[in-house]
């Protein structure tokens, strides 16, 4: 066990704290560059300036420990920036998905009782401002720093990145940066050093099973152990430069991109959206070593480099061709990855996929070193880490199951969210305080835990997760329809594809477009079917309560996409 994990285990490990994990880093790699986004570098010990600074700003502003700021941001140097200033204050950050829609993100921020919100102005083809200001119009009359909104009671200041000057009651980000100088250094060190490892760190809002996502309350032990265990688990250096495509907003950009990247003494390279070919261009000039992407996202990429060079992938296989990208130093990655070939790796000797994790436990709760072997990687979820502890459980009875039996996962333990902010911890713990996970899976004679699937219709698509509930929720209210089920198929590079099953009320069903901008308005892109088909009511079976059944509909939609040979995302059923 390494000696974090020792640490970790010990009851006062004080160190487990966003702003003291910050002090370490920067103290052990001050000159090392840290981040890379664009043009603009960050060294760890600029980095650390940076956020010195903002946390001032923050404490002048009147953000104390327990406010809760909310952070509407892409992958950015000002979203680390922010996030880790208002971590040092002992505020609770509440990272917003950037692709959420305005009712989502109002959502959220009226759920996470947001008192502070810090957004960038807009994303290629959002302006995140406008959709504020188009919500809440209100905010264009008030006066700067005077927030007063009857829809979001909690909220009394807005900052904006992105603009020179007041915008109503939205203040611009210089505004706030430029309190700094009214507070002492010495106070928001003593902030920081309060901070309790056990203290409420982060909300993490994440769709489950239900229609509205659950806001996951993390403490700031969790976060802090799981870097160190990624940057340990992904053998990550000061020599690596790692590029990812994880947003910061869910967990696993925040353990598995930022901080294990700033945990090894790595370089973070930065980009706000993904592009398959500005992708390949910062890959290449800034020589990346480490690759953090979903499959489909690798899969573009690979597709971007071979068809600038007018070759195959097969010919790439077959021939041994080389694309004109020079991939080079790309050593981290996934061997399956159509990328791994074009950075010329022969042979599958590191992966991540060998692991197992949840919101609710920051991502990790088992692994397996990248470095195992690849047999074992490929067959098991690695063995429950230090301080986490698993059982295997009938899912219907909730009994524990013989060792090597099928059943549900359940989990506990050290990264194990303080709970579900605003839900009665008797709703989601059995007698024991375990979670269980609606995940399949069994423990085998050696301790490896292996992951076999979802046991609920949770839909995981390009890595997200999606409530089929959310989207049938969206349609409720749409003319011309009687019923839909939301359904996620089988998918090589995303996963599952999501893929709407509808029954017209009447005779003519409603126009497939006009549908897609009806749900597009409602729905975060990610979350957006990738194929809609219409059923006749003789043609589904319905439940006592008049639901259609699942299953045969299910049925039904795979052999309509193998025969009409349908294509989602560059794969094609039945073909």
């Given at each position: 066990?390494?000696?974090?994990?020792?640490?970790?285990?010990?009851?006062?490990?004080?160190?487990?704290?966003?702003?003291?994990?910050?002090?370490?880093?920067?103290?052990?790699?001050?000159?090392?560059?840290?981040?890379?986004?664009?043009?603009?570098?960050?060294?760890?010990?600029?980095?650390?300036?940076?956020?010195?600074?903002?946390?001032?700003?923050?404490?002048?502003?009147?953000?104390?420990?327990?406010?809760?700021?909310?952070?509407?941001?892409?992958?950015?140097?000002?979203?680390?920036?922010?996030?880790?200033?208002?971590?040092?204050?002992?505020?609770?950050?509440?990272?917003?998905?950037?692709?959420?829609?305005?009712?989502?993100?109002?959502?959220?921020?009226?759920?996470?009782?947001?008192?502070?919100?810090?957004?960038?102005?807009?994303?290629?083809?959002?302006?995140?401002?406008?959709?504020?200001?188009?919500?809440?119009?209100?905010?264009?009359?008030?006066?700067?720093?005077?927030?007063?909104?009857?829809?979001?009671?909690?909220?009394?200041?807005?900052?904006?990145?992105?603009?020179?000057?007041?915008?109503?009651?939205?203040?611009?980000?210089?505004?706030?940066?430029?309190?700094?100088?009214?507070?002492?250094?010495?106070?928001?060190?003593?902030?920081?050093?309060?901070?309790?490892?056990?203290?409420?760190?982060?909300?993490?809002?994440?769709?489950?099973?239900?229609?509205?996502?659950?806001?996951?309350?993390?403490?700031?032990?969790?976060?802090?152990?799981?870097?160190?265990?990624?940057?340990?688990?992904?053998?990550?250096?000061?020599?690596?430069?790692?590029?990812?495509?994880?947003?910061?907003?869910?967990?696993?950009?925040?353990?598995?991109?930022?901080?294990?990247?700033?945990?090894?003494?790595?370089?973070?390279?930065?980009?706000?959206?993904?592009?398959?070919?500005?992708?390949?261009?910062?890959?290449?000039?800034?020589?990346?070593?480490?690759?953090?992407?979903?499959?489909?996202?690798?899969?573009?990429?690979?597709?971007?480099?071979?068809?600038?060079?007018?070759?195959?992938?097969?010919?790439?296989?077959?021939?041994?061709?080389?694309?004109?990208?020079?991939?080079?130093?790309?050593?981290?990655?996934?061997?399956?990855?159509?990328?791994?070939?074009?950075?010329?790796?022969?042979?599958?000797?590191?992966?991540?996929?060998?692991?197992?994790?949840?919101?609710?436990?920051?991502?990790?709760?088992?692994?397996?070193?990248?470095?195992?072997?690849?047999?074992?990687?490929?067959?098991?979820?690695?063995?429950?880490?230090?301080?986490?502890?698993?059982?295997?459980?009938?899912?219907?009875?909730?009994?524990?199951?013989?060792?090597?039996?099928?059943?549900?996962?359940?989990?506990?333990?050290?990264?194990?969210?303080?709970?579900?902010?605003?839900?009665?911890?008797?709703?989601?713990?059995?007698?024991?305080?375990?979670?269980?996970?609606?995940?399949?899976?069994?423990?085998?004679?050696?301790?490896?835990?292996?992951?076999?699937?979802?046991?609920?219709?949770?839909?995981?698509?390009?890595?997200?997760?999606?409530?089929?509930?959310?989207?049938?929720?969206?349609?409720?209210?749409?003319?011309?329809?009687?019923?839909?089920?939301?359904?996620?198929?089988d998918h090589p590079t995303l996963g599952e594809a999501i893929v709407l099953c509808a029954v017209p009320s009447g005779s003519e069903p409603p126009a497939v477009e006009?549908?897609?901008?009806?749900?597009?308005?409602?729905?975060?892109?990610?979350?957006?079917?990738?194929?809609?088909?219409?059923?006749?009511?003789?043609?589904?079976?319905?439940?006592?309560?008049?639901?259609?059944?699942?299953?045969?509909?299910?049925?039904?939609?795979?052999?309509?996409?193998?025969?009409?040979?349908?294509?989602?995302?560059?794969?094609?059923?039945?073909?």
């Amino acid at each position: 066990m390494s000696n974090w994990a020792e640490l970790a285990l010990q009851p006062d490990a004080r160190q487990l704290t966003l702003p003291r994990f910050l002090a370490d880093v920067v103290e052990r790699h001050t000159t090392r560059e840290a981040i890379r986004f664009g043009d603009e570098t960050l060294t760890y010990d600029e980095l650390g300036t940076r956020v010195l600074r903002l946390a001032r700003a923050m404490v002048a502003s009147g953000i104390r420990s327990g406010s809760h700021v909310a952070v509407h941001m892409a992958n950015r140097p000002e979203w680390i920036v922010t996030t880790f200033a208002a971590a040092m204050t002992g505020a609770v950050v509440i990272p917003v998905n950037t692709f959420a829609t305005p009712e989502e993100r109002d959502y959220i921020l009226e759920h996470g009782d947001a008192e502070v919100l810090i957004l960038q102005k807009s994303l290629l083809k959002r302006d995140f401002l406008d959709e504020l200001l188009q919500t809440h119009g209100e905010l264009a009359q008030q006066q700067p720093g005077v927030v007063r909104l009857a829809a979001l009671p909690d909220l009394h200041s807005i900052f904006c990145l992105g603009i020179d000057d007041d915008v109503g009651a939205i203040e611009s980000f210089s505004n706030l940066d430029a309190r700094a100088d009214a507070v002492a250094q010495a106070r928001v060190e003593q902030c920081a050093r309060d901070i309790s490892p056990d203290d409420e760190a982060m909300i993490i809002y994440t769709s489950g099973t239900t229609a509205r996502p659950k806001g996951v309350l993390h403490a700031h032990r969790a976060p802090v152990i799981q870097s160190w265990r990624f940057a340990e688990y992904m053998d990550l250096g000061p020599h690596d430069r790692v590029w990812t495509a994880q947003p910061f907003f869910w967990t696993a950009g925040i353990a598995m991109s930022l901080g294990a990247t700033l945990a090894s003494g790595a370089t973070l390279l930065l980009q706000e959206t993904f592009d398959a070919g500005d992708a390949l261009d910062c890959i290449e000039s800034q020589r990346a070593t480490t690759l953090l992407a979903w499959p489909h996202q690798e899969k573009a990429m690979a597709e971007q480099a071979l068809s600038e060079q007018g070759i195959s992938e097969q010919a790439l296989s077959e021939q041994g061709t080389s694309a004109a990208r020079d991939l080079s130093s790309v050593r981290k990655i996934e061997f399956a990855s159509p990328l791994a070939a074009l950075a010329g790796l022969q042979s599958d000797i590191w992966g991540t996929y060998g692991s197992y994790g949840l919101s609710e436990t920051f991502t990790l709760f088992s692994a397996l070193p990248a470095s195992a072997p690849a047999n074992l990687r490929a067959r098991t979820s690695g063995k429950p880490l230090p301080g986490m502890s698993v059982r295997i459980v009938d899912p219907a009875g909730g009994g524990e199951v013989a060792s090597g039996e099928p059943g549900e996962i359940a989990v506990k333990g050290l990264t194990f969210m303080l709970g579900y902010y605003k839900v009665d911890p008797q709703l989601y713990l059995d007698d024991e305080g375990y979670f269980r996970t609606k995940d399949g899976g069994h423990i085998d004679d050696d301790g490896y835990l292996h992951w076999t699937g979802r046991l609920s219709n949770l839909i995981k698509t390009g890595g997200a997760n999606v409530s089929p509930a959310e989207v049938d929720e969206a349609l409720l209210d749409y003319p011309g329809l009687r019923a839909t089920v939301t359904l996620g198929v089988d998918h090589p590079t995303l996963g599952e594809a999501i893929v709407l099953c509808a029954v017209p009320s009447g005779s003519e069903p409603p126009a497939v477009e006009d549908l897609k901008a009806h749900l597009k308005k409602k729905l975060a892109a990610y979350k957006l079917p990738r194929t809609i088909m219409f059923f006749g009511n003789d043609d589904v079976a319905y439940t006592g309560n008049q639901k259609i059944q699942v299953d045969p509909i299910r049925d039904a939609a795979m052999k309509r996409l193998c025969e009409q040979r349908t294509e989602i995302a560059g794969h094609v059923y039945g073909g």
